[in-house]
């Protein structure tokens, strides 16, 4: 398990669904540098019967987020069209709709596996070929990001 306290957070390029239903293409933590404080947060997966209200509750809480100058983000390993899918279903069925902070997608897992929070590994035989060890998912983890504490950034 890598230890992340204190250090750089692991950088990315990734697609997102921002603004409620936008997917865009090379979304990164990079933006914020030097200008915002950045909660980047994991959860299992998009659909399920405890996530919406975890992403429900941080959406009830963004004014107090947006004037503490930070930028809430969250992350699984659901497709980007998973999320924009989540994200068009209404509340009272399940669904995120109402959600407007950016949703990344880590349907690589190298995300999840740079922030040490997935639930398993990659294991490699001798003939080379590779298999997932474990629950291919996030677990739930939580990122507090300074302004100046991005990985391979100048400063």
């Known amino acids: ?18 603004n409620g239903g936008e ?9 914020f540098l ?11 997966a998009d659909f399920t019967f405890v996530c919406p209200t975890e992403l429900i509750a ?7 987020f947006e004037a503490r100058n930070v930028a809430l ?12 899918k989540w994200l068009q279903t209404e509340q009272n069925n399940g669904g995120i709709k109402g959600v407007r902070y950016p949703i990344v997608s880590d349907l690589a897992k190298t995300i999840s596996e740079n922030y040490d929070v997935l639930a398993g590994n990659y294991e ?10 474990g ?8 990122f507090i990001i300074d302004k100046m504490a991005l990985s391979g950034t100048r400063q």
Do not use: N
Request: charged fraction near 25%; aromatic fraction near 18%; include cysteine.
């Open 1 to 18: 398990m890598a230890v992340l306290v204190g250090k750089k957070a692991p950088v990315f390029s990734a697609t997102a669904v921002v």
């Open 23 to 31: 997917i865009v293409e090379g979304f990164s933590l990079e933006q």
């Open 34 to 44: 030097g200008k915002k404080y950045v909660v980047f947060f994991f959860y299992p």
């Open 58 to 64: 941080f959406q009830d809480k963004i004014k107090e």
């Open 73 to 84: 983000i969250g992350c699984s390993v659901d497709s980007e069209f998973s999320h924009w």
């Open 124 to 133: 490699y035989s001798d003939e080379g070929d590779v298999s997932f060890k």
């Open 135 to 142: 629950t291919p998912m996030s677990y739930r983890g939580l």
